[in-house]
T-cell receptor
Framework: DTAVSQTPKYLVTQMGNDKSIKCEQN?????MYWYKQDSKKFLKIMFS???????INETVPNRFSPKSPDKAHLNLHINSLELGDSAVYFC???????????????FGQGTRLTVV | GDSVTQMEGPVTLSEEAFLTINCTYT??????LFWYVQYPGEGLQLLLK?????DKGSNKGFEATYRKETTSFHLEKGSVQVSDSAVYFC???????????FGSGTQLTVLP
């Protein structure tokens, strides 16, 4: 069984569209994350939820909105897609918020978003 | 702010060669340090970690030592295999933060 699964794996869409990426973890973790990986492989955190509560909200356009219906799911909705949104988006989870006592995050396979 | 600097890639080696990927960091307090690996088409996996100065993390033949005096956490392997071809990320968790901060990643290709 896949621990952290994302759908879809690939997403090609036109500028201006609205799209969602879904993420589910079956590890029983309390905390989930969205990361964006750009074309140079640089990873940057976007959001984090702990027990359905938003705890990290980095500087991203408000066109990006995370939603956590329960602690096993963290979806990412993107409005009015732009060319610069093209990237690989990774979902991840950890037992608790990452800190000195808990330091391992488990990542999904990524969603490659291409905006044309 | 907190940051991680990795050596630029790509790195191409022949099988059984010695590998070093340099990583240095800037952080307040005493961070925990990590190496994550991303195999083609997959998500990141934790490779090894060290949580305090002079700790050595090791896994699958890879090693890295937490050097506070040089603020470094270089990744080494004595004899690489083709299956080690992947992107390697150095990362840290600062003492008080609740997130991983990643370096830019280093692409490693091992040729048979």
């Amino acid at each position: 069984d896949t621990a952290v699964s994302q759908t879809p794996k690939y997403l090609v869409t036109q500028m201006g569209n609205d799209k969602s990426i879904k993420c589910e973890q079956n590890l029983g973790h309390d905390t989930m994350y969205w990361y964006k990986q750009d074309s140079k492989k640089f990873l940057k955190i976007m959001f984090s939820y702990n027990n359905k509560e938003l705890i990290i909200n980095e500087t991203v356009p408000n066109r990006f909105s995370p939603k956590s219906p329960d602690k096993a799911h963290l979806n990412l909705h993107i409005n009015s897609l732009e060319l610069g949104d093209s990237a690989v988006y990774f979902c991840a989870s950890s037992q608790q918020p990452i800190g000195r006592g808990n330091t391992e995050a488990f990542f999904g396979q990524g969603t490659r978003l291409t905006v044309v | 702010g907190d940051s991680v600097t990795q050596m630029e890639g790509p790195v191409t080696l022949s099988e059984e060669a010695f590998l070093t990927i340099n990583c240095t960091y800037t952080a307040t307090g005493y961070p925990s340090l990590f190496w994550y690996v991303q195999y083609p088409g997959e998500g990141l996996q934790l490779l090894l970690k060290a949580t305090k100065a002079d700790d050595k993390g090791s896994n699958k033949g890879f090693e890295a030592t937490y050097r506070k005096e040089t603020t470094s956490f270089h990744l080494e392997k004595g004899s690489v295999q083709v299956s080690d071809s992947a992107v390697y990320f150095c990362a840290l968790v600062p003492g008080s933060a609740r997130q991983l901060t990643f370096g830019s990643g280093t692409q490693l290709t091992v040729l048979p």
